[in-house]
């Protein structure tokens, strides 16, 4: 039962991950403004993908209670993060804090890492700030925050999912090398995004 459960989860996961960018395209079609361009902007760039992927990957090696933690937690300080850059309140470093965000989060799923569970949210919680603030900046002209907010949380949210199916390959003898490889493929990214920030 659990081992046909786990293998529904990674289909959802793989499902979602092929179907986001066609949903997002229709939504980017319907309009420039409000819940379509909250849902695009996590989707725009490989550094908030990335590391969105890795929260979801990440809780899903750690287990429960950490598989629904942390993608809770992001989302949720990543809104408050958004308000701050809605309200225009400055915040120092966003860009280098989204590309150090897939860098840690990717090693920790690299080098399998299992810090106490308090740790791994505050550490997710941490970087949600940045990713929240670059979304809240580039609210559109004339758009409705809130909708935009809750585009962009439904976005990230549904990437969390594609990082949790992908870390139900655990439970296969070769999933540890595949994770772990992804893992190190997201920090790779990370770092690429740094050096093009500095």
């Known amino acids: 039962m659990w081992k046909n459960r786990h293998h529904s989860l990674f ?12 949903f997002a395209h229709a939504h980017s079609e319907a309009g420039a403004g409000g819940f379509s361009s909250g849902f695009m902007h996590p989707l725009s760039g490989l550094d908030h993908m990335a590391a969105m992927i890795a929260v979801g990957l990440w809780g899903a090696c750690l287990g429960a ?3 629904w933690l942390l993608p809770i937690t992001f989302p949720v300080v990543m809104a408050l993060g ?12 966003v860009e280098t804090g989204i590309a150090l965000s897939a860098i840690l989060l990717g090693l920790m799923v690299a080098f399998a890492a299992r810090p106490p569970i308090w740790l791994a949210g505050m550490i997710v919680g941490f970087f949600a700030i940045f990713h929240g603030h670059a979304h809240g900046t580039e609210l559109p002209t004339a758009s409705n925050a809130y909708a935009y907010a809750a585009g962009f949380v439904i976005s990230t949210g549904l990437l969390h999912l594609c990082g949790i199916g992908f870390g139900l390959l ?24 740094l050096f093009s920030v500095l």
């Open 11 to 22: 289909v959802l996961g793989l499902v979602t991950l092929m179907v986001l960018p066609s």
């Open 65 to 67: 209670p950490a598989v």
């Open 82 to 93: 958004g308000a701050l850059g809605i309200m225009g309140i400055p915040l120092p470093s």
């Open 170 to 193: 655990s439970r296969y003898p070769w999933g540890g090398i595949a994770i772990r490889t992804g893992g190190g493929a997201i920090a790779a990214l990370g770092f690429c995004f």
